[in-house]
């Protein structure tokens, strides 16, 4: 085991606050913990500076990591509500000030010796990753990557490869494994973020790694782009909530001049994409994107619209407790009267959330997929 992470108990003081609740989901994973296990020898030998940490889901990978030997570990977590949970976890367990929240880019593994990274859904977000530490951190660096073994594929391996001499996995341990990658490679440049150009939607669309759907345009946004013209129609300021990529904020731009549009994401990479997106199209100057959880720096009842293509899984589980933060926050931000509009899939009961709050809610569009709902504030 970790030397002095089991020992104090420190993982089982961790909490998933500010984070969604529910029964299935837990503030500790296996995969934290095999992570930490694989990597105990070298952070007990690690100097100042030497570690640094990605995508730690609510402080289990870094607050372990200190209590294992490391000091001012670097960290990057493209969720905002996982440093929130980080901040609060430290202070929980007397280790705040131990750390730094960096971005994704050289900074973070400036020569590093050891980097931990929560496995990250898509491919291009651990291309991006690969790009990231293969090019910055120490030349002797080793990159542990773990995550579900049911979500990990020989591609993950491949993408190690472009920037990694040596790349091997561990023996799974409670449906866990880790992927070891040692040996950077020389002359590895960075790919983000990537360019779409969508004809049919007059949209380019710029995403980095780790942003939903990736240069694609899903089919749930594309249900809210259908019936975009029906939308709020004396509106002044609209707000694309939790924003991904940014195509719904900039569509709404380039379709309504008189529109002020934010768009606001707790995703770094969406963010960063979204500012990317806008700029690919003409409009940066007219669609501010803003990084917060849940609209949190938006004033009350100040919005005539919102529109809004929730997440409905975290992780493995399929919950409503993130889209129904949402539908609070839409309802906190927009004035009376004013419109949410929202796509989600046909199976999940999100009306009586929509009515109960923000307001009355009709069905105004739907298909064997999803459903385009409009709810009006009281």
């Not at 002044?236 to 709404?252: E, M, Q, S």
């Not at 700029?279 to 004033?299: C, F, K, L, T, Y």
């Not at 809004?308 to 926050?329: I, K």
Request: aromatic share 2%; net charge neutral; hydrophobic share 45%.
């Amino acid at each position: 085991m970790v030397t002095g992470v089991a020992d104090l108990g420190l993982l089982e003081q961790l909490r998933r606050e500010p984070d969604v609740e529910a029964p299935e989901l837990v503030a500790v994973d296996a995969t934290d913990r095999l992570l930490l296990d694989e990597a105990a020898g070298l952070l007990a030998a690690a100097g100042p500076g030497a570690v640094a940490v990605v995508d730690d889901s609510h402080g289990a990978l870094t607050l372990g990591a200190v209590a294992a030997g490391a000091r001012d570990v670097r960290v990057h977590q493209d969720l905002l509500v996982g440093e929130l949970a980080l901040a609060r976890n430290a202070e929980r367990t007397g280790l705040t000030g131990t750390y730094r929240s960096l971005p994704l880019g050289p900074g973070l593994a400036d020569g590093a010796r050891l980097v931990l990274a929560k496995a990250p859904k898509s491919l291009d977000a651990l291309r991006e990753l690969t790009e990231v530490v293969a090019s910055s951190a120490a030349p002797d660096v080793t990159l542990l990557v773990g995550g579900r073994v049911k979500h990990m594929t020989h591609a993950m391996n491949d993408v190690l490869r472009l920037g990694f001499s040596d790349v091997h996995a561990t023996l799974a341990r409670q449906k866990s494994r880790v992927l070891v990658a040692r040996g950077p490679r020389p002359g590895v440049a960075s790919s983000s973020p990537r360019r779409q150009a969508h004809p049919d939607l007059g949209l380019t669309v710029c995403a980095h790694g780790a942003a939903f759907a990736g240069t694609r345009v899903d089919a749930g946004t594309r249900a809210l782009l259908a019936v975009l013209p029906r939308m709020a129609p004396d509106a002044r300021t609209a707000l694309d909530l939790g924003c991904g990529t940014g195509v719904l904020a900039t569509a709404l731009a380039l379709a309504r001049p008189e529109l002020t549009v934010l768009a606001g994401d707790q995703s770094a990479a969406a963010v960063a994409s979204a500012v990317e997106t806008a700029a690919a199209n003409g409009v940066a100057e007219r669609v501010r994107v803003v990084r917060d959880d849940a609209a949190s720096s938006i004033p009350d009842a100040s919005v005539d619209l919102v529109v809004c293509n929730p997440p409905f899984h975290l992780g493995a589980a399929v919950v409503t407790g993130a889209a129904d933060r949402l539908f609070a926050a839409a309802g906190r931000v927009l004035r009376r009267g004013g419109e949410l509009w929202c796509v989600y899939n046909n199976r999940l009961p999100h009306r009586a959330a929509l009515r109960r709050l923000v307001g009355p809610t009709q069905v105004a569009a739907s298909d064997r997929h999803f459903t385009v709902t409009v709810s009006t504030r009281r």
